[in-house]
């Protein structure tokens, strides 16, 4: 954690009501079950991901792993597959994981939390469109640190570029658009609980633990935050 930062740290997010919780459960399931539809998006997110994977890996945490979608663009070997590990905070989108993938481990849990798994234990992590969501960030960077492999491990991330135009008017005829059809009611309240950080914030609670090898936009490949949709990095531990 920046010094700087520990009154920031961890963000204060709004109860729910009951009925919040119910919209935002149901809702939050929705979404992942709808994201395929949008697949120049997700072919980045998720096949960025793949492609530049460590040549030789043999255990993957992927956390805020939803309803398994990264998954389905992963070609696991045998070994691979055993020591892949999904971590879904949420009950009913873990048992999803669990039903369609039913060979590697999935562990309900929050990566914002210690762990049960010894230090270094993962050579390769990964966070696909998880950070922007997490109250206690560095909190979480630093569990990631602690658990990917200080000499070959790979942290690999993307986020959204929150805040910057262009991301803001693909939101609106998508996710949006979806949820006040669905719910009949503002998206304003479920989504400023939910992508709670910017892409600077996570960038530099990222670099108190990881030095960033990689940083690449989507899809301009311009380093502007306002045209562009997602960042993926591909970052290694500071030893």
């Known amino acids: ?12 997010v709004p109860p729910l009501t009951e009925s919040q919780k119910a919209v935002s ?27 530049n994977a460590p040549a030789a890996f043999a255990r993957t945490l992927e956390v805020g792993a939803g309803l398994g979608e990264h998954l389905e663009y992963e070609k696991l070997s045998p ?4 020591g892949y590990v999904a971590l ?10 669990q039903r369609r993938f039913p060979r590697i481990e999935t562990v309900i849990g929050d990566c914002q939390r210690h762990l049960d798994f010894v230090d270094g234990h993962f050579d390769r992590i990964i966070a696909v469109h998880v950070l922007e969501h ?3 960030l560095p909190a979480a960077v630093q569990e990631m640190h602690r658990l990917c492999n200080k000499d070959r491990g790979v942290f690999q991330v993307v986020i959204p570029c929150e805040g910057g135009l262009a991301y803001t008017l693909c939101r609106r005829v998508s996710a949006q658009r979806i949820f006040e059809r669905r719910y009949k009611q503002p998206y304003r309240w ?18 108190a633990c990881f030095v960033t090898e990689r940083r690449v936009f989507f899809p301009l490949r311009l380093p502007a935050l306002s045209c562009n949709l997602c960042i993926a990095l591909s970052l290694r531990p500071r030893s």
């Open 1 to 12: 954690m920046n010094v700087g930062a520990a009154s920031k740290w961890p963000k204060r």
């Open 25 to 51: 459960d149901d809702f939050v399931k929705l979404w992942h079950q709808k994201l395929p539809q949008y697949s120049a998006i997700e072919k980045f997110n998720h096949g960025w991901v793949v492609k």
């Open 79 to 82: 070994q691979q597959e055993a």
């Open 88 to 97: 879904e905070i949420r009950e009913n989108m873990a048992a999803e994981i």
């Open 134 to 136: 997490l109250p206690d």
């Open 190 to 207: 479920f989504i400023e609980r939910e992508h709670i950080n910017s892409p600077a914030e996570i960038e530099e609670e990222l670099a």
